[in-house]
């Protein structure tokens, strides 16, 4: 081709118009709306004049199907969700920054067939009358963990706050020393507390509370005893804690509520599936717990939401707080909740098999083995990789089963030419978006959080990142 100067370049610019008429922008035309089209082209031929004024313009960039391979890269780009799925390779299961448990088919299938229409959500449909907005979960709810009454709000930290504040405004609450958790993002238990009114008294030391240090505090201004599940951490060595049930009873002895804040809400008893351990909703509850509370989308395996259950009247002073109003969820959300509780009906089984955060909490490290090692092999004609099945440990995630590690296997990872973080990197920015765990000095594909089809992905992805022409 022949050298044209930066003038020569700048003028055989094609115009807005012309572009917009070419025959090679049909497609695009169907696909986006013309004003977004108009927009990315005017950016597309600005950064053609900058480039013909830095002289880096070749003729080949004028060429209308290069532009407009240009202005689609823009819209794509301009058209892509913010939210969009990922693949969850980090074997953290309950991952909150990826939107922690992924909901069964069944809780999908609930939310896509209602969210398009009007639905029952507050009428009841015997007498047409208003009321009842939580039933549908709240009914579930009873059964699966032998409670009086239960109440739905956004998230297990709203529901605390609600509690402290129906329950214990102004009042003394009691709690160990050894439960004063930070789960993150903010949330700090004696913040919650000062924030709903309640009188944070700190019970024993850091390592070991007893049951005389609650009975030597417990006055008339108490109002509350707090349990809280020590999600994130363990206290480990020298150690003592007060247990619910010991709790329940001084509680009663004092006529005292007590209020236990278990986190991650198991509902079912894992240890026939190797994960023992996990503290049950149903036994805080029948150890004589006022309210107990947890989150729907940790062990549960649902929607984010806050669960409360317990006695009656402390449900219903908790509904009657103006607070309940503020943090009420939105239909969808019981509507998923409701579709995960019905998967529990049918017994501890049929919830590990249905529910895919328990599924993959619980799936054999002898299933994952072959897995990991069938994609290894499948990668290993990669020259720009090194791939290898190793053992690794997988996480529960979201402050369930802290500090436990749960044995796995999975794909290491060291690619040949770049560094790990920039693979990483690159991993993460494709489609579908890949996060891996790094660790030393290699990525890890932990098969435990990773499905059949989500495997196919992944090797896909590592091939296209592979063939790059370096
Ligand atoms: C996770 C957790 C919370 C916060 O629950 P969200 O549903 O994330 O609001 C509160 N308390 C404990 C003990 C937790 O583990």
């Not at 029948?286 to 989308?297: E, I, N, Q, T």
């Not at 435990?448 to 495997?455: G, I, M, S």
Request: aromatic share 2%.
């Amino acid at each position: 081709m022949t050298d044209l100067s930066a003038r020569d370049l700048l003028r055989r610019i094609p115009k807005v118009d012309r572009l917009l008429a070419a025959a090679e922008l049909e497609a695009l035309h169907l696909t986006y709306p013309r004003l977004e089209i108009v927009g990315r082209l005017r950016e597309t031929l600005d950064a053609l004049r900058r480039q013909a004024s830095a002289g880096t313009l070749r003729e080949a960039d004028l060429e209308v199907q290069a532009i407009r391979d240009r202005i689609e890269e823009r819209l794509i780009r301009r058209f892509r969700p913010y939210y969009r799925r990922v693949v969850n390779a980090t074997g953290v299961i309950l991952h909150t920054g990826l939107g922690r448990a992924p909901l069964a088919p069944e809780a999908v299938t609930a939310i896509s067939e209602l969210a398009a229409h009007p639905q029952r959500v507050e009428i009841d449909l015997e007498t047409g009358e208003r009321g009842g907005r939580g039933l549908g979960c709240e009914r579930l709810l009873c059964e699966l963990v032998g409670c009086e009454a239960a109440a739905v709000v956004n998230n297990n930290a709203a529901a605390t706050m609600l509690i402290l504040a129906a329950l214990a405004r102004g009042r003394r609450v009691l709690l160990s020393r050894g439960e004063m958790v930070e789960i993150g993002g903010s949330y700090r238990i004696p913040e919650i507390m000062r924030e709903s009114g309640a009188v944070l008294v700190d019970i024993g030391t850091t390592n070991r509370t007893h049951e005389r240090d609650y009975r030597q505090a417990l006055d008339d201004e108490a109002g509350m005893i707090l349990k809280v599940h020590t999600s994130n951490y363990r206290v480990v060595g020298f150690t003592s804690e007060v247990e619910i049930d010991a709790l329940c009873t001084i509680g009663r002895e004092h006529g005292v509520p007590v209020v236990h804040d278990l986190g991650s809400g198991c509902l079912v008893d894992l240890a026939a599936h190797g994960r023992p351990g996990e503290q049950l909703v149903r036994d805080s509850v029948a150890a004589g717990a006022d309210l107990v509370c947890f989150s729907g989308d940790k062990l549960l395996g649902g929607p984010q939401a806050g669960l409360i259950v317990g006695r009656r009247e402390a449900v219903e002073a908790c509904r009657r707080h103006s607070l309940f109003r503020a943090m009420r969820p939105g239909r969808l959300i019981y509507t998923a909740l409701e579709a995960t509780l019905r998967l529990y009906l049918g017994g501890t089984e049929e919830a590990v098999e249905k529910i895919p955060a328990l599924r993959r909490l619980t799936a054999d490290v002898n299933t994952l083995r072959p897995r990991a090692e069938a994609l290894a092999a499948r990668l290993a004609d990669l020259p720009a990789l090194e791939a290898t099945a190793i053992e690794c440990a997988s996480q529960a995630g979201s402050g369930s089963m802290p500090a436990r590690e749960i044995a796995s296997w999975g794909v290491r990872i060291v690619p040949r030419d770049v560094s790990v973080k920039a693979f990483a990197t690159d991993l993460r920015r494709g489609e579908p978006a890949v996060l891996t765990r790094v660790q030393d000095d290699a990525l890890i594909i932990d098969l435990r959080t990773v499905d059949e089809d989500e495997c196919v992905e992944i090797e896909q992805r590592l091939r296209q990142l592979s063939s790059v022409p370096d």
